[in-house]
């Protein structure tokens, strides 16, 4: 068993959580900002767009330094001990928010305008053209996209290691200060990266061949 296995494992356990976490909360939000994006109210357009200039125009890094030390400041608070992880998901995911929007935005204007129409036609609200109809329709076009993101997202977790976040990145530093051999350390981790992203890639690949065969059906 290689001594370094155990605590990178550990570590790349905290990446895996840190981006799936993040990629919850990104979802969730960029569904929304896409949605406000393409919103007939010209508030909700200023708002969308603003919110995606500014992360999507900010390198991440910046980002996790803003919510780990700047926010604490100006919102006069002490941080708990988890904070270090709340402030990497959270600037994480409203990171990965502004781009899944730009991709959500993509799908659903990839949609003929004919089928919402046809939804309407058939008695349906606005809302309910666009979640039982526009959505499902849009969902399977970004599947790729969405993959690659989740992707991305995985590998630029790396960064909260500025924060002293024990992520995979982290632990295999904290070993080469301890062993003096980056080499073989820094080896290891970039296999463990390269093992869960070619995991998540086979993931998107199945789910993209799966929703296809539902169409073909």
């Keep these: 068993m290689i001594p370094s296995f155990g605590p990178l494992l550990q570590g790349a356990k905290v990446t895996l959580e840190l981006t799936a976490g993040a990629v919850g909360i990104g979802i ?33 890094l910046v980002q996790i330094i803003l919510a780990y030390f700047a926010l604490p400041q100006i919102l006069n608070f002490t941080p708990p001990d988890n904070y270090r992880y709340v402030a990497a998901i959270s600037a994480m995911g409203l990171n990965s928010g502004a781009y899944i929007a730009e991709i959500f ?15 309407r036609s058939l008695g349906m609200t606005q809302g309910q053209a666009m979640w039982y109809v526009v959505l499902p329709q849009a969902f399977k076009r970004v599947i790729p996209p969405l993959g690659n993101e989740f992707i991305a997202l995985l590998k630029d977790s790396s960064l909260v290691a500025f924060i002293a976040l024990e992520d995979l990145m982290y632990s295999g530093k904290i070993i080469v200060g301890r062993t003096f051999q980056p080499f073989p350390i820094y080896i290891e981790v970039a296999l463990m990266y390269l093992a869960m992203t070619l995991v998540l890639s086979r993931v998107v690949s199945y789910t993209e061949r799966r929703f296809g065969k539902s169409d073909i059906r």
């Design 105 to 119: 935005r993509a799908g659903i204007q990839s949609i003929d305008r004919g089928q919402s129409e046809a939804a």
């Design 28 to 60: 969730i939000l960029g569904l929304f900002l896409a949605l406000m994006r393409l919103s007939g109210k010209r508030v909700f357009r200023g708002i969308a767009i603003s919110y995606i200039d500014f992360f999507r125009g900010t390198p991440l």
